[in-house]
């Protein structure tokens, strides 16, 4: 009997414990959150894990070779600035190598097109736009506006198809031709003195010399 007693005693009490934590929620306001249990973290606390000690070099020879390596880098940098606008390939952008991409390059700097001026065509719209002429302000707005912007697509598709189909002619086997005439296009847009790697050609020379 005692033992029957004290096992339902036991099972009274857990079912109360389970229970209060509940009719305690119940009882909060509506917008209260309960403890974790576990206090945050603070920040250093936190950051201990991702700290990592600096190797330093143990012995002279590592240390001379880190020394090296570091001025290396430092020459290399401004190497690497001078040569892009000067046209060494080495120091290139992986999406401005390869002989299609450089196809693309000639064509586009062979040529005199609208797109190169869209910078400061844009500019002096903006400009017009301050003349206190309602008229007027309809005419750019509605009409200068629209028409650049016409005639900048229609330049980029031609010259992107063009660029394509003529690359893919003399370069079939190379893969750098995927993107050729997106590339194309985005270039024509930039400003001739603004272009890198800088233009090699001048305007009406053959865009294809030198690569066959």
Avoid: C
């Amino acid at each position: 009997m005692f033992r029957r007693r004290s096992a339902s005693a036991a099972t009274d009490s857990n079912s109360a414990e389970s229970a209060s934590p509940e009719a305690s929620e119940a009882t909060q306001p509506k917008g209260y959150t309960p403890k974790k249990g576990v206090p945050t973290p603070k920040r250093k606390e936190s950051g201990k894990d991702l700290r990592r000690p600096v190797q330093a070099p143990q012995t002279r020879k590592e240390a001379y070779r880190a020394y090296r390596e570091r001025l290396d880098r430092q020459k290399g940098q401004p190497a690497r600035r001078s040569g892009v606008p000067q046209g060494e390939e080495r120091y290139f952008r992986e999406q401005d190598l390869g002989k299609p991409r450089a196809f693309a390059r000639n064509y586009v700097d062979s040529r005199r097109s609208a797109s190169e001026f869209f910078l400061p065509f844009s500019i002096l719209i903006i400009a017009l736009l301050f003349v206190n002429n309602p008229v007027f302000q309809v005419g750019v707005a509605y009409v200068a506006w629209p028409l650049m912007m016409v005639t900048l697509v229609a330049e980029g598709i031609f010259t992107a198809r063009k660029v394509k189909s003529t690359a893919a002619a003399h370069f079939p086997d190379d893969p750098k031709i995927a993107g050729v005439g997106m590339y194309a296009a985005m270039r024509q847009l930039q400003f001739r003195r603004l272009r890198l790697p800088k233009p090699t050609v001048k305007v009406g020379d053959d865009p294809t010399a030198g690569l066959r």
